[in-house]
């Protein structure tokens, strides 16, 4: 079965930069598209970016398009998010997700799986 493991959340000050990693396991992901996902206490889910594990295409919401970059690692199996000019509004729960076959929407419905979380909170 395919597991997402999500790390490198923290505390973080605002204009601070942090990298997020999704360590991936239990098939291949080379037909695969990721995605990273975001929610705030009392928010809906929210994509944040996209990738297909090969292909090379990436998506980013607009707001945060310009401060964040979604990459991977094929060798080490994982994909990251690099978070910089951190800002208050970006503070959330980070998820991965995967979703086999090309995303028709940037939306939490089109993905099967998901890792558990990494809390990211950015102070003023």
């Known amino acids: 079965q395919v597991q997402l493991v999500e790390s490198g959340g923290g505390l973080v000050q605002a204009g601070g930069s942090l990298r997020l990693s999704c360590a991936t396991s239990g098939r291949t992901f080379s037909t695969y598209t990721m995605a990273w996902f975001r929610q705030a206490p009392g928010k809906e889910r929210d994509f944040v970016a996209a990738?297909?594990?090969?292909?090379?295409?990436?998506y980013y919401a607009d707001s945060v398009e310009g401060r964040f970059t979604i990459s991977r690692d094929n060798a080490k199996n994982t994909l990251y998010l690099q978070m910089n000019s951190l800002k208050p509004e970006d503070t959330a729960v980070y998820f991965c997700a995967a979703r086999r076959g090309i995303l028709v929407r940037p939306i939490k419905d089109e993905f099967d799986y998901w890792g558990q979380g990494t809390q990211v909170t950015v102070s003023s």
């Open positions: 990738e297909r594990w090969t292909g090379g295409s990436t």
